[in-house]
């Protein structure tokens, strides 16, 4: 699918904006649904709100999927469909600046539902912590959320759920945009 209308990979540091997180029952895009979609909007670099949701996928989830995440076919049982929650989850947003790790994922995925679903266009641009991260620690043996996190010495206890994702993806933001912007202003 063309993402005509996709917003633009920034390389800035806001401080106001908020960071999403989502879980599939897998990861090809077209095929595979959101299980979890969550967010925390950051207003001068204070967490002031959060969603977090399950939902109902159409498909059961593989046991692959229920190890990673602890997600299993009884937790979204009575879950809220895609429709209502993409829809929830696009008034949250609004048009705030979008933070995630591997970013484009979750974008790409949200776009695609947001469009299918509902008729809404995602256009927000976003900052990508595994761009940030690249940058800022080049030496790193990889730059997956949980090595940036522990580099940092940030817990990853509950990631793979969303919400903590959201959370540790918030605190690396907090030390690699630091971290860069000693670097840019010649600090280090």
Known sequence: MKRKFKGKSL?????????????????????????????????????????????KPTQPISRFITRLTGITDSMVENAPDIVDVM?????????DILIGHNVHFDVNFLYDNLWLYNGLVLDNSFVDTLRLARKALPDLS??????????YGISTVGAHRALRDCEICDACYRHLKRDLLYRINGFL
């Open 87 to 95: 829809r929830d989850f696009y008034a949250f947003i609004g048009k």
């Open 11 to 55: 390389l800035e540091f806001p401080s106001d904006y908020t960071v999403v997180d989502i879980e599939t029952n897998g990861l090809m895009e077209g095929v595979c649904e959101i299980i979890e979609v969550s967010a925390l909007k950051v207003r001068n670099d204070i967490v002031c709100d959060r969603f977090s949701t399950l939902i």
């Open 142 to 151: 990889n730059h997956k959320q949980s090595t940036v996190a522990e580099y």
